[in-house]
């Protein structure tokens, strides 16, 4: 007998593994696997001689093994665990060499029960806490008036109901995006998720509100507190409400939306503004601006009337018979300060020019002096001439020409 090649990695079609060997070789590998526990819906349980025959399927993936209890661990499932339920398994791999057959041999199995779902949920809850996923200053404001509002809830659900008629009630010409989804079961989370990356890629919509009626505790609480849907939430671009009708339990979806509404109904008051308030408003708005234009146009008129009584606008021409008054008297007394002036000034000339005229040479020579020259030179002493020279003399009217015949020194007197 030739020789079988020692790993997969070496056959080929000239030197092939028999099925048997193959078989084999897979079993002592899967055989190797430890006990592993998983978690699962039960979708099929059959006691058969003993030995409970089941399916065990998962929560969100179209994933599903065949499992198989021996009688020793078949007889204490008998009537804990139910067909639908969720449960938790540790379970060992067997493949059944004969038929190829892949099995989980369920070793324990017990449900999940409602205490320890709500304790995984807290601890995400403390898990995304530290992250920041809940912090106040992620949270973004919601629009005045959304021009298109995303709505994701159930198919033809009372929550999309009261959500559409009270928002149009508040206001008729609210405009909506309908996304019909499971709001309820293990696929819930992983729909909601995909209509929300849906809407929030949509620029036209401003507001997403993912809206659920009550109902019993797992069929709220816990597909709306789904990891992947939370974190899906925090990272939407447009604003999310969260409008679960629970109040005993919030999921925690509450926590991370942007707004919290307590019930579908309640959302639409975060929505939208009611519109028959905003006319009220607007009403007392225009009637507000009315009073107070009215009251600025009196007070102005007021004010004009005033202004029109005074003397100056009443009679402007007395104006100007006090300004012509005034003119006149200004005039008046710049007549009476110029003639003073002017008779000032006079008298001053006179006296300046009498004091000029007695000192001046003409005065001296009306008075019976004469003045003397010899070339051109004024004689002021005789000692300066001498017998026969020609001199000028000029006298208060007129001059003439004289000779001398003597001359006496003397001192000046």
């Not at 949920?121 to 629009?143: D, H, M, T, W, Y």
């Not at 109902?215 to 999310?240: C, H, K, N, W, Y």
């Not at 102005?300 to 012509?324: C, F, N, Y």
Request: net charge neutral.
């Amino acid at each position: 007998m030739a020789t079988l090649p020692g790993s997969s990695q070496e056959t080929s079609a000239e030197t092939p593994w028999p099925l048997s060997h193959f078989s084999g070789k897979l079993k002592a590998h899967i055989d190797r696997v430890a006990p592993t526990w998983v978690e699962g819906q039960l979708v099929e349980f059959n006691l058969r001689n003993g030995n409970a025959w089941m399916t065990l399927r998962d929560l969100e993936q179209e994933v599903s093994f065949s499992c198989v209890a021996w009688r020793h661990v078949a007889s204490g499932l008998d009537g804990v665990v139910q067909p639908g339920a969720r449960v938790v398994a540790q379970v060992k791999p067997n493949l059944y060499e004969k038929t190829g057959r892949l099995s989980l041999v369920t070793q324990q199995m017990r449900p999940v029960g409602l205490g320890d779902l709500l304790a995984r949920v807290e601890q995400l809850k403390r898990q995304l806490s530290a992250e920041g996923l809940f912090e106040p200053s992620r949270k973004k404001p919601l629009p005045l008036l959304p021009g298109r509002i995303g709505l994701i809830t159930g198919r033809d659900s009372d929550a999309k109901k009261d959500v559409l008629r009270n928002v149009h009630a508040r206001w008729a010409a609210a405009e909506f995006e309908v996304r019909e989804v499971a709001v309820q079961g293990t696929s819930a989370p992983t729909a909601v998720a995909e209509a929300l990356a849906d809407l929030d890629a949509m620029e036209t919509v401003d507001v997403i509100v993912i809206a659920r009626g009550g109902g019993a505790l797992e069929e709220v609480v816990l597909p709306f507190s789904d990891e992947r849907l939370i974190r899906a939430v925090s990272e939407a671009q447009t604003p999310v409400v969260s409008a679960i009708g629970h109040e005993a339990d919030r999921p925690l979806l509450d926590e991370v939306a942007d707004v919290r509404a307590s019930t579908p109904t309640g959302s639409a008051k975060l929505l939208v503004p009611d519109e028959a308030h905003e006319r009220e408003n607007i009403t007392g708005a225009r009637s507000r601006m009315s009073q107070g234009v009215q009251r600025l146009i009196a007070r102005e008129t007021e004010w004009l009337e005033a202004v029109r009584s005074r003397p100056v606008l009443a009679r402007p021409e007395d104006m100007i018979t006090v300004r012509r008054e005034d003119l006149v008297s200004l005039r008046r007394r710049a007549l009476v300060s110029m003639e003073a002036a002017v008779a000032r000034a006079r008298d001053w000339v006179t006296h300046t020019r009498a004091r000029v005229t007695g000192l001046s040479p003409q005065s001296t020579l009306d008075r019976g002096y004469a003045v003397v020259q010899s070339q051109r030179q004024i004689i002021r002493d005789a000692a300066e001439l001498a017998p026969g020279t020609e001199v000028q003399v000029m006298v208060a009217a007129g001059e003439f020409t004289a000779d001398v015949t003597d001359v006496k020194s003397g001192e000046t007197r």
